[in-house]
């Protein structure tokens, strides 16, 4: 017999595995039935455990939603009666939308809305992320700051401050213009442009973030050349920088268009006072009729085509990110990137640009806010504006707020974390497990980010009424998680899959040689990777769900309330001190929440 220590019978031909040391296990633990070295084939083998059983019934649950929400949507389609047992058949939902005299006007002005959104989009995004990512601009962390504030700020309350400041009634400018000369035109901004302006602006900040680092990845010599050329800057960023930038730019401006398509915030906000409609509003206003009965076939029928409409732009928009390969021009061997210097006068206008915009789109909406919230009525004429600012706003807010709120914390806190338990579920099943099959669910999931929230909100309107007799839930916040953690998914199953695929198999290896089920391997070792994925992906879902209106206001009922809903409805009664208010408080929770995870990031960097 030898007597031996075991670790002395063989010789060691690696170090000790990093799976048996993250779960505490010796590196030396036999693997069950042999594992050939711990090859991806020895993977295949591993029975499920209570976690991964875990896993697949969260993927069962989404998959599930996923497919009944595309279901029932086109069931309704197709069908004039609320009703899983309808009558047959019949395209006259889809025959009395195409017939509609609303259809026409609404579909060019979403094209309008869209088109022009993502152009005002663009001619800002693209100066600010050269500026950024080319030059030498002093105090880039505050640029980053205001653009990182601008995208946690709902779009719905920046609407709210210009209907303060430029409404044709009684708006602080229109007031100043009266002062100055009774003839001068007003401003009015419950007006296409100014639905224009103010979404494409909202989208600037988030369409920065997408295209700063391709402009960033360019090798500066070629800028170094075109300036010992004689060319100047202006024409090297038009004619070198742009174009190289182009995937970027085309996949930003496609993607921000399928947004633009979808958005109903401002077009609400500001279209629905003057019957404004684009196909989002339309969408809402055949739910909500007021007296008339709801057309819920018609909705159905709008809702796929705006689906497919959607889905169009999606493709092109993958489309877009795959020809990216022509336009490389990063190699392996690079010099320090020397970033572009600006004379003292380009930085001081580099500076004016940004503060103008971070006027127009921070400072003026919440300034005019805070204002309304105090004045019961917004005026300037008098000798002692003071006078007439009272407290009686956020007493009404205070009055209302509970039930909003409470159910405000509840989505945010439950519709984010179902939402990435979703999407690292299906991103483990799709990465790393060997199931046939499972590009299926990627596939699923790129359909399902193409539907628009109102038309999700929608779908789910449906399901709740099905199911209702079976299982209660149309008439409580359950439904809206449930609708929010599905919209949520896709987005956050993309940064969870990626963080995924840089995360070598070799730790899966590694268990499986020291007899580690996979599913203690996910929990125990791939999970505490991908850590920082996961609460960056939880945290920004959290503002998501907070600031998110079009759900929401599509699925409330009474007690079901959200903060958002709440702001817009007493929007929508003219009660605009009180909706001031409740918009002040859901910007310092905001403010709270970016600032705790800002602290949190840079106590772990």
Known sequence: MDDRPVDARRPAAHPPSVGAVAVGLPATVRSRGGTRGGSLAS?????????????????????????????????????????????????????????????????????????????????????????????????????????????????????????????????????????????????????????????????????????????RAIDSSLEEVASVSGVSRLTTLIRIIIPLSMPAIIATAIFFLIVAVESFDIPSMLGLPTRTFVLSTWLYLMIHQGADLPRYGEAAALGVLISCGASLLTILYFWATREAGRFVVVSGKRAKQQPLALSRGGRIVAWCGIGMFALVTLILPLVMLLWSSFAPVVQISTGNVLETFSLNGYREAFERIGTPLANSLITMLCGSTLAVAFATSLAWVNVRSTIKGRWMIDVLVMITVAIPSIVVALAF???????????????????????????????????????????????????????????????????????????????????????????????ARPGTEVMATEIFKLAQLGQIPAASAMGVFLVVMIGVMVTIFHRYIRERT
């Open 461 to 555: 309107l449906y399901m709740g009424l099905w199911v209702n007799r079976y299982i209660p839930i149309y008439t409580t916040i359950w439904l809206i998680v449930i609708a929010v953690a599905v919209r949520l998914t896709g987005w956050a199953n993309r940064t969870i899959s990626a963080a995924m695929l840089q995360v070598h198999r070799e730790l899966e290896e590694a268990g499986s040689v020291s007899g580690v089920r996979r599913g203690r391997v996910l929990w125990s070792i791939l999970l505490p990777v991908l850590r920082p994925a996961i609460l960056f992906s939880w945290f920004w879902l959290m503002i998501i769900v907070l600031r998110e209106l079009t759900i929401p206001v599509m699925l």
């Open 43 to 215: 993977l295949s083998r591993w029975r499920p455990d209570g976690i991964l059983w875990g896993v697949y019934a969260l993927v069962a649950v989404v998959i599930v939603l996923f497919l009944a929400k595309i279901g029932v949507l086109l069931w309704q389609s197709v069908h004039a009666e609320m009703s899983v047992h309808g009558a047959g058949a019949t395209l006259e939902n889809f025959s009395s939308v195409f017939g509609s005299r609303l259809f026409p006007r609404a579909l060019m002005n979403t094209v309008v809305f869209a088109l022009g959104s993502v152009a005002v989009m663009l001619l800002v995004a693209i100066p600010m992320a050269w500026l950024y990512a080319r030059t030498d601009l002093p105090r880039k962390d505050l640029l980053i700051t205001i653009i990182t504030v601008k995208s946690a700020i709902p779009s719905f309350l920046v609407a709210l401050g210009y209907i303060v400041l430029a409404n044709p009634t009684n708006g602080i400018l229109n007031q100043l213009l009266r002062m100055i000369s009774p003839d001068v035109g007003l401003l009015n901004v419950y007006s296409m442009g100014w639905m224009i302006l103010l979404q494409g602006l909202g989208l600037a900040s988030p369409a920065f973030f997408m295209i700063a680092p391709t402009m």
